[in-house]
């Protein structure tokens, strides 16, 4: 949520309070004619205890960071939740190969993108029945053990989804309860600089100045508003295993606007708030790409430069490496790296004359480790790529290498 949605004001909390320090400072040494108007001593101190508590209340970035790592501690529960539930349904195929009805018992369908919620009901269902057919799956080495394992993952699980419930609720919560206090800060603040203004108005004009608050509906002397729009943001990128979209920050920013569109043309906001860091999934898989700008209440700066992210349920294997392991027989060693969520790997090849750019891509075989060692005829450019895969999708190709023997 926005963390300045409902204020009275438009300045940031931080400016909110060097001007209250400010116009305290004011009063403090106006006490003698402030007494005039029915402001004590005692008032002025009970402002400073004000201004002290707002200061100290948590602010919206600390409470963004706990959300975010909580956030990160349950993605990483869930993905090796489905890990282990996948294990369950490949352990059912082999044990009931005869009798699809029992099978699909240990089946989700879209594993991957399955909710949360449906992941934990899911894993509680495999492990009754896991458990009731127990004798059954003795042949592919499923154990009690292991299934009191997948149960405890899944409670840790749902442990880490309240967890990341309460980090939202709180600050959500802190948000509007800060947001009361600014207001009630606020217009305390006005009823000082109103008597201020009163009292120095044509007498004093550097007193006068002093007990002048802009409320950024144009310039203002706090700096929050500034006298121009923003800079364009840099470094807009997204962290893939959080799904956190970051950007610098700019000056004079008030508010960022992010927003994304599959072919650059229509957009669509995804977030308007004060922070540089926003977390979002998107809701469908394919390329998109993204840009951000700051405004203020001089109004919008400019875009950033656009930044592409095909998001995929199932990224393809990357850091593929071929190595000749014998020339004189054509064997080579391929390795590559793991993909969270992969059960088995697809690995293909397109063989052609020495020096040719590659062909049409045929398959080597499926594998369950990230690894392949084969023999290919001599005299030829072999081209090899890697697709990862598990009982619900398969990812894109991985980057091609080749090898000429």
């Known amino acids: 949520m926005a963390d300045d949605l409902g204020k009275d004001f ?4 931080a400016d909110l309070i060097v001007v209250c320090d400010n116009v305290h400072s004011s009063i403090t040494r106006d006490a003698a004619v402030m007494a005039g108007y029915g402001i004590t001593p005692l008032m002025t ?9 707002f200061l100290s209340y948590p602010s919206d970035t600390t409470l963004m960071t706990d959300l ?40 989700l369908k ?33 154990t009690q053990d292991m299934i009191d394992d997948l149960m405890n993952k899944r409670n840790e699980l749902r442990t880490a989804m309240i967890v990341q419930e309460d ?39 550097a007193l006068y100045n002093d007990y002048v608050i802009y409320d950024y509906t144009g310039s203002s002397s706090s700096g929050g508003g500034g006298s121009a729009v923003p800079a364009a943001p840099e470094n807009l990128s997204v962290d893939v295993n959080t799904m956190i979209f970051s950007w610098s920050s700019t000056p004079n920013t008030q508010n960022y606007t992010l927003e ?14 004060p922070d540089n860091f926003f977390m979002y999934v998107p809701e469908t898989e394919g390329l998109n790409v993204y840009r951000v700008k700051g405004s203020n209440s001089i109004g919008s700066g400019l875009y950033s430069s656009m930044m592409s992210y095909n998001y995929l349920g199932l990224p393809a294997p990357d850091y593929v490496s071929i190595a000749i392991t014998n020339a004189s027989t054509g064997e080579v060693a391929l390795n590559w790296g793991e993909v969270p969520l992969s059960t088995f790997y697809k690995l293909y090849v397109s063989s052609v004359a020495l020096g040719a750019v590659a062909g049409e891509y045929v398959l080597v075989g499926q594998y369950a480790v990230a690894s392949y060692t084969g023999i290919f005829a001599l005299s030829q450019r072999h081209f090899f790529k890697v697709i990862a895969g598990n009982i619900d999708e398969e990812s894109i190709a991985s980057d091609s290498v080749f090898v000429e023997l």
């Open 45 to 53: 101190s009970a402002f400073k205890v004000k201004i002290d508590e």
């Open 260 to 273: 994304k569109s599959v072919v650059g043309i229509e957009w669509e906001i995804i977030y308007t708030g």
């Open 167 to 205: 980090a939202v609720k709180l600050r959500d919560e802190t948000a509007n309860i800060r947001v009361k206090k600014a207001n009630e800060l606020y217009r305390e603040l006005n009823k000082y600089t109103t008597i201020g203004k009163t009292i120095w108005y044509e007498v004093n004009e």
């Open 68 to 107: 975010m790592s909580a956030t990160h501690n349950k993605n990483v529960l869930a993905n090796n939740l489905r890990i282990m539930a996948r294990t369950f349904g490949t352990r059912a195929k082999l044990a009931f190969a005869n009798d699809d009805g029992k099978y699909e018992k240990f089946v």
């Open 110 to 142: 879209d594993l991957s993108h399955a909710t949360d919620g449906n992941l934990l009901l899911f894993c509680e269902r495999i492990c009754l029945e896991a458990t009731k057919f127990l004798p059954e799956f003795a042949v592919t080495g499923l």
């Open 10 to 13: 438009k300045m940031s909390y």
